[in-house]
């Protein structure tokens, strides 16, 4: 293995931990947030799903500058400031004690997540590979899985044990503790894109108007609503067939079918067609869809659970991966962070829909059938390539 190999691979697993938290604060933390807070202040579910949507829009918008972010202070300081920002954004969120607070924690959150979110992994890890990149994104993204086994039951047993302050915390401190010092150390090598190849790069207004662009936005944006949503409800369509604990054991079940769905792409992939690769994967969440819709027996809702699991993965690691066979170097990154922040601020909105639709029809049989549709259709869209129509 060559010096250059080495260093991609380390950096591999620096972009793993940072995912871990990165998730584990900025993607499950506002869930933790948003049951500990009602209970502990009996402030609506509708003005704390707000916020949370606040949190997730803001950091769309944030997401579009790290490529200049990274251009002006480097991948270092800004994956570290990121950390920091995600700390301090914990600890304002479980010290609320008026709504107006959560203003200043979503700002504070918002920027932590976009920092440490799918664009910022890509960015840390694409530089060092070619023909790897595959493995080295799946790897890597394979902390966001990881985060969701570690820190949903470790944010559950802190507020237990601690409180939710004490949780927010110890959480914060970890953060800083464990990504500030490998972000420092190891990610200050990551080569960006030197002033000749800068040059080459397209403005931002052409890139959206690029019909490539737009398939993979669109289809992605669709795919991850469908899949954010269908998730965040997952609990609640299963526990009438299994009980709350059996129900909240799906969740490591999906958790864990997502490490082993994009393993296995990222090791089967190679110079397959990464777009069909990515409508078969929107058509088996979709079969998942279809069979948590309308299953009636544990073999069927686990098998759904497996098949809409095992593509979970793979709608944040994939984006990155057909941006690179099909756009110029330097405009991989500016393409994934703005297809990440559009993913985002769709699927910001999918619980609160899906919700709607479960009060509107007393189910989830049409919120559920509903995303097997948008499935379908994401995997028709990804498919056209020069044009959108």
């Known amino acids: 293995m060559s010096d250059a190999n080495r260093g991609g691979w380390r950096v591999v697993w620096i972009a793993f931990v940072v995912a871990v938290f990165g998730w584990g604060v900025g993607f ?45 202070f480097g991948v270092s300081r800004v994956t570290a400031a990121g ?79 601690l409180g939710l302050s004490s949780a927010g915390f110890i959480v914060a401190m970890a953060t800083v503790a464990v990504v500030g010092p490998l972000a420092w150390r190891f990610l200050r090598d990551v080569p960006l894109a030197d002033a000749a190849t800068a040059q080459r790069a397209l403005p931002r207004h052409v890139l959206l108007r690029q019909p490539g662009f737009v398939a993979i936005s669109v289809a992605f944006a669709l795919g991850l609503f469908a899949q954010i949503g269908l998730f965040a409800h997952l609990i609640a369509r299963l526990e009438p067939d299994f009980g709350g604990r059996i129900a909240a054991l799906a969740i490591s079940l999906v958790t864990l079918c997502a490490v082993l769905g994009r393993s296995l792409l990222g090791w089967l992939l190679g110079e397959r067609d990464r777009r069909l690769a990515a409508a078969a994967n929107f058509l088996m969440q979709a079969v998942g869809s279809l069979l948590l819709a309308f299953g009636d027996s544990p073999v069927l809702l686990a098998a759904g659970c497996v098949l809409f699991g095992l593509g979970v993965g793979n709608l944040i690691s994939l984006p990155p991966l057909i ?8 405009d991989v990154g500016t393409v994934v962070a703005l297809v990440t922040a559009v993913n985002q601020a769709v699927f910001a909105f999918a619980p609160a829909i899906y919700g709607g639709l479960r009060d509107f029809t007393g189910g989830y049989l049409v919120a559920f059938l509903i995303g097997a549709a948008i499935q379908v259709a994401a995997a028709i869209i990804v498919t056209r390539r020069s044009r959108f129509f």
């Open 28 to 72: 499950y933390g506002p869930g933790v947030y948003l049951f500990a807070l009602h209970q502990a202040h009996d402030w609506p579910i509708s003005t704390i799903s707000m916020a949370i949507t606040a949190h997730y829009l803001l950091s769309a918008i944030l997401i579009t500058r790290l490529p200049d972010a990274y251009g002006r």
């Open 83 to 161: 950390a920091l920002f995600a700390a301090m954004g914990a600890i304002a969120w479980t010290n609320a004690q008026h709504v107006w607070q959560l203003l200043p924690a979503l700002m504070l959150s918002a920027v932590g997540w976009s920092a440490m979110s799918g664009a910022a992994l890509n960015a840390m890890v694409a530089p060092w590979f070619e023909r790897d990149r595959p493995k080295a994104i799946g790897m890597a993204f394979n902390g966001a899985s990881v985060g969701g086994l570690l820190f949903a039951p470790l944010w559950t047993a802190l507020i237990g044990g």
């Open 323 to 330: 941006a690179q066979r099909e756009f110029g170097p330097a």
